[in-house]
Antibody, heavy 112, light 112 residues
Framework: EVQLVESGGSLVQPGGSLKLSCVASGFTFSNYWMDWVRQTPGKSLEWIGEINTDGSKTNYAPSIKDRFTISRDNAKSTLYLQMSNVKSDDTAIYYC?????WGQGTLVTVSS | DVVLTQTPVSLSVTLGDQASISCRSS???????????LEWYLQKPGQSPQLLIY???NRFSGVPDRFIGSGSGTDFTLKISRVEPEDLGVYYC?????????FGAGTKLELK
């Protein structure tokens, strides 16, 4: 059974940094592109970015480019989202996904 | 960025009715490889989104055949024949043809 478990969400101050993790199981992690998507309190979904199988290529949404970095550790079957210089607009539930499979999400709240 | 416009914003139905949701794209979603990367998701209350349809009309594993996706180019439709209680929630279209990938704003399916 495919499972994706996110962690690392918390309350962070504007301008701060946070690193989210997503541990994958039930499939060969190194064979799949992985994505991050977020859902804001207003409930809309926003695609954040993706990473290829070996981590050599990433694509990002303009709203987070140069502030967020997606990486992966295939040996640990883990996907990461490094968030820097966070803003209040970054408050959201963050999901990792592999095609049809989504995690349960982790909540990031940006507030002073 | 590609804008996906979903209509209606909300849809009230009686159980057993047919429901139809439109998703119109600001650009053609046909990729250079000939595929059209348009997907439909359903998010039930308190849950992560779940994939229903990929590449316009392909039902994901386990999705009932009452869900039918169609369309091409910039104009796409999700039809649900004989709505059942477990079909209620918010439906999103999503395009992965162009970077950045984008979601529609969602259509809430609720009981009349």
């Amino acid at each position: 059974e495919v499972q994706l478990v996110e962690s690392g969400g918390s309350l962070v101050q504007p301008g701060g940094s946070l690193k989210l993790s997503c541990v994958a199981s039930g499939f060969t992690f190194s064979n799949y592109w992985m994505d991050w998507v977020r859902q804001t309190p207003g409930k809309s979904l926003e695609w954040i970015g993706e990473i290829n199988t070996d981590g050599s290529k990433t694509n990002y949404a303009p709203s987070i480019k140069d502030r967020f970095t997606i990486s992966r550790d295939n040996a640990k079957s883990t996907l990461y989202l490094q968030m820097s210089n966070v803003k209040s607009d970054d408050t959201a539930i963050y999901y990792c996904l592999q095609f049809a499979y989504w995690g349960q999400g982790t909540l990031v709240t940006v507030s002073s | 960025d590609v804008v996906l416009t979903q209509t209606p914003v909300s849809l009230s139905v009686t159980l057993g009715d047919q429901a139809s949701i439109s998703c119109r794209s600001s650009q053609s979603l046909e990729y250079s490889d000939g595929y059209t990367y348009l997907e439909w998701y359903l998010q039930k209350p308190g849950q992560s989104p779940q994939l229903l349809i990929y590449e316009v009309s392909n039902r994901f594993s386990g999705v009932p055949d009452r869900f039918i996706g169609s369309g091409s180019g910039t104009d796409f439709t999700l039809k649900i024949s004989r709505v059942e209680p477990e079909d209620l929630g918010v439906y999103y279209c999503f395009q992965a043809t162009h970077d950045p990938n984008t979601f529609g704003a969602g259509t809430k399916l609720e009981l009349k």
